[in-house]
């Protein structure tokens, strides 16, 4: 009786990731402490979606309008509430949240990408492509403190203008991200090569490029539809650009001349 007590009466952890406030109630102590660290840069308010972790009983009175399961994980939504089940490490935990903020992020203008966003001079350069295209490598050459993130970038459309969030998804850098947000100065494709050079790209090829890079996890015809719609209005209104580069600093030369 005395440990269910304790557990029901720990305090909630409070996060915020691209300004998506979450509040996670823990039913086990050892994954809540691994979780404060994990997040620990990333601390929100206490007025965010209510996530419970692990409890042995449900509180979804209703359907949820949109449930996913990652191998022996899973998680329910719904408007004001959420269940994340058979969390048994805090890399679980990092999935289902990936995965809970694609569907919050939608109605919100915004999107997960396999990307690296790197600051330079006060705006956020995004290069995308997917694994060992040179997102952490990219990153790995930046000057220090400039990685937004080298794995899953966030973009959101806010105050009139698209602005990359770091996040706390780091890949082989281990760039755990910086709870900070940057005007988007473009978007590259990335491409290895022998000597450093970029090409302009029509939205439409980017686009073709950067599907597989989305992460998104509803089958439901009309949220990928409006994902979709996003995604054209996001290439519409930023530099697109395809980056050949030789894997040293000298790349920033043709991103940033």
């Not at 009786?1 to 406030?21: C, F, R, T």
């Not at 949240?97 to 966003?117: D, K, N, W, Y």
């Not at 080298?150 to 959101?156: A, N, P, Q, Y």
């Not at 073709?208 to 979709?228: E, G, I, K, Q, Y």
Request: glycine content about 8%; some cysteine; overall charge negative.
């Amino acid at each position: 009786m005395g440990q269910e007590s304790s557990i029901q009466s720990a305090e909630p952890l409070h996060i915020s990731i691209g300004q998506v406030p979450m509040s996670l109630l823990f039913a086990e102590e050892g994954l809540r402490e691994k979780a404060v660290s994990r997040y620990r840069d990333f601390a929100g308010a206490p007025d965010g979606l209510q996530i419970r972790l692990n409890h042995p009983v449900t509180s979804f009175a209703e359907s949820p309008e949109f449930e996913y399961t990652l191998d022996d994980a899973g998680l329910r939504l719904r408007e004001s509430e959420a269940e994340f089940r058979g969390v048994r490490h805090e890399y679980a935990l990092d999935s289902l949240i990936r995965i809970l903020l694609t569907v919050r992020l939608l109605p919100e203008q915004g999107f997960l990408l396999h990307a690296a966003s790197i600051v330079r001079d006060g705006r956020a350069y995004i290069f995308m492509g997917r694994s060992g295209a040179g997102k952490s490598t990219v990153a790995s050459l930046s000057p220090e403190g400039s990685v937004l993130t080298d794995e899953i970038s966030l973009v959101r459309f806010q105050d009139g203008e698209w602005r990359a969030h770091g996040t706390p998804f780091w890949g082989e850098f281990r760039a755990a991200g910086h709870n900070h947000d940057y005007p988007v100065a473009g978007i590259y494709c990335l491409t290895q090569a022998r000597e450093n050079r970029i090409e302009r790209m029509l939205p439409r090829d980017v686009l073709r490029a950067m599907l597989p890079c989305v992460l998104f996890f509803s089958s439901d015809a009309t949220a990928n539809s409006l994902l979709l719609g996003l995604l054209v209005e996001f290439l519409g209104q930023v530099p697109c650009h395809r980056l050949h580069f030789v894997k040293d600093s000298s790349f920033w030369d043709v991103v940033a001349s």
